[in-house]
Each structure stands twice: as C-alpha cells, then as structure tokens.
T-cell receptor, first 111, second 114 residues
Framework: DAKTTQPTSMDCAEGRAANLPCNHS???????VYWYRQIHSQGPQYIIH???NNETNEMASLIITEDRKSSTLILPHATLRDTAVYYC????????????FGTGTRLQVFP | GAGVSQTPSNKVTEKGKYVELRCDPI?????LYWYRQSLGQGPEFLIY????????DSGLPNDRFFAVRPEGSVSTLKIQRTERGDSAVYLC????????????FGAGTRLSVL
C-alpha cells in the first residue's frame, strides 16, 4: 500500500470548514483513499473513501486531485466533537488485509 | 446494532503475568483484526483472521503473543510473561469480506503492566 503524508496538527474554528490535506504521490491505479478518525479514548472510526471521483456522505466530503497524488477531507461545519486525530490511508478496496496507519493529523476545533 | 465489543476495557497486571483480551466482532463479519496503539502513535497491526484461521500474523512482536478465533466469531489475544513494554491500548476491528472492506473498531482494552 502506498505511503501517505499528513500535517501533524491543524486548528479550526467551530462552524467553519475544516480542510485536511493528504499527500499520496505513489498511489497505484487500483488503490483507494480511505479516511478514518480517532476521538480521544475511542477506536478509529471510518469516515469516507474514494477512488478518483469526489465523494460526499453525511460526515464529510473527499476531494481527490485529478492526478490522484493528493486529496483533501472536508468537514463542512466543524463542531467541537470533530476534535480528533484524522488518518489518511491508501489501500486496494478489495484487499482485506491490515490498515497501515501513520501518525495522522490532530485536528483541534476551538469555540 | 451492536458494534465491536472488547473486554475488559482496562486491565492492570504485574510484570510476568499472563493476560487474555477478548473481542466480540460485529455479527456476520468474517474478518477480524488486532492492532496495538502506543501513546501518540497510530494503531499498529498485530494479526488478522479470516474465519477461524490466522491469515496474517506478521505483526505479532514475539512468541509471547498469541491469538485464537476457534469458532470464527469471538477472538482472544493472549500475552504470556507480560513486560512493561507491552503496556498499550489493544484494538480489535472486524469487517465483512466484501465491498470496501471497511473495518469497524472497538473502543479497545487499555493494558497496563506494572
């Protein structure tokens, strides 16, 4: 699975959009971009995934660049409960193998 | 519906003791994973089951660690002769062997070895 690079930490004001970047320049054609987050003292939680088209669900939007070498997770209206560590992971969707987590981005949402 | 359940939520033990950590996956999920998370780090893979068999145990750090899933549902992670360095949060996840193979995680067991 391809390696990802994320900023260590970010801040966001409550109610504003949080835009979390991820670089995955070695991504292969059959690899998807997955995002998970981990709120303090909880297990990681799946957010969203995508291959090349932009995706949106009730939690977030995922924007993938045309060359697929980077992506951005967007939380449109961040709340205090969105404070968490966000992990960007690249993997083949049909692969049932392990997830490889980096250190993620620690997002702090402030009032 | 019920999510992944891990028991106990906290375990304190003494160096050299044996511990067992239990994971109840989501009903019907054939794949089950164990990860370990140290403070400030992302989860690290330990072992993965497909049904009853271990499909990949390459993450187990040494032979003191062992895991079983005898009936293809509940799994137990066993640690012999615990060491202080084993202190961490042990996370379990399960997934359907289909589609996007999203892994659903439990809240973890915090193991403290004194």
């Amino acid at each position: 699975d391809a390696k990802t690079t994320q900023p260590t930490s970010m801040d966001c004001a409550e109610g504003r959009a949080a835009n979390l970047p991820c670089n995955h320049s070695t991504i292969s054609g059959n690899e998807y971009v997955y995002w998970y987050r981990q709120i303090h003292s909880q297990g990681p939680q799946y957010i969203i995934h995508g291959l090349k088209n932009n995706e949106t669900n009730e939690m977030a939007s995922l924007i993938i660049t045309e060359d697929r070498k980077s992506s951005t997770l967007i939380l449109p209206h961040a709340t205090l409960r969105d404070t968490a560590v966000y992990y960007c992971i690249v993997r083949v969707a049909t692969n049932t193998d392990k997830l490889i987590f980096g250190t993620g981005t620690r997002l702090q949402v402030f009032p | 519906g019920a999510g992944v359940s891990q028991t106990p939520s906290n375990k304190v033990t003494e160096k050299g003791k044996y511990v067992e950590l239990r994971c109840d996956p989501i009903s019907g999920h054939t794949a089950l994973y164990w990860y370990r998370q140290s403070l400030g780090q992302g989860p690290e893979f330990l072992i993965y089951f497909q049904g009853t068999g271990a499909a990949d145990d390459s993450g187990l750090p040494n032979d003191r660690f062992f895991a079983v899933r005898p009936e293809g549902s509940v799994s137990t992670l066993k640690i012999q002769r615990t060491e202080r360095g084993d202190s961490a949060v042990y996370l379990c996840a399960s997934s359907l062997n289909a589609g996007a193979n999203i892994q659903y995680f439990g809240a973890g067991t915090r193991l403290s070895v004194l």
